[in-house]
């Protein structure tokens, strides 16, 4: 599965993880608050392989998506964004946690190593952030 679903209210931040993960090779699905994702995680279940959440957001932040999603699907991956400690005091396992702004090459690599996959294209911009 290539499909990944990235939560956020942040339109600019939705525009360029479509952009980032699109040339990577992965289907990007999009949603701008919690129950959107919520909504399009369900529709699309099968097909996601990978979740990455913002912590905050309106009407329903990441944290609550994760909790949901979880109790429904144990073997979904997730991924927050957000700092490692935060999750963990709030009762969720993500997979992995990804600081804001995120650096494109730890997105990349995050991403291939939940899916298993392997990057179909060089990283010109390591380290180059996107907000």
Do not use: H, S, W
């Amino acid at each position: 599965m290539r499909k990944v679903l990235v939560v956020d209210n942040d339109p600019v931040f939705l525009a360029n993880m479509e952009r980032i993960l699109g040339t990577a090779g992965y289907e990007t699905l999009t949603a701008r608050d919690g129950v959107e994702g919520l909504l399009t995680y369900r529709a699309n279940q099968q097909a996601i392989g990978l979740l990455i959440l913002d912590l905050d957001m309106p009407r329903m932040g990441g944290l609550a998506v994760a909790k949901v999603i979880r109790k429904a699907d144990l073997m979904a991956r997730i991924v927050l964004l957000c700092q490692p400690t935060l999750g963990l005091q709030e009762g969720i396992a993500p997979d992995d946690f990804l600081p804001k702004p995120v650096r494109v090459g730890d997105l990349l690599e995050t991403v291939q190593r939940l899916l298993g996959d392997e990057l179909d294209f060089a990283v010109p911009l390591l380290g180059a952030r996107t907000d």
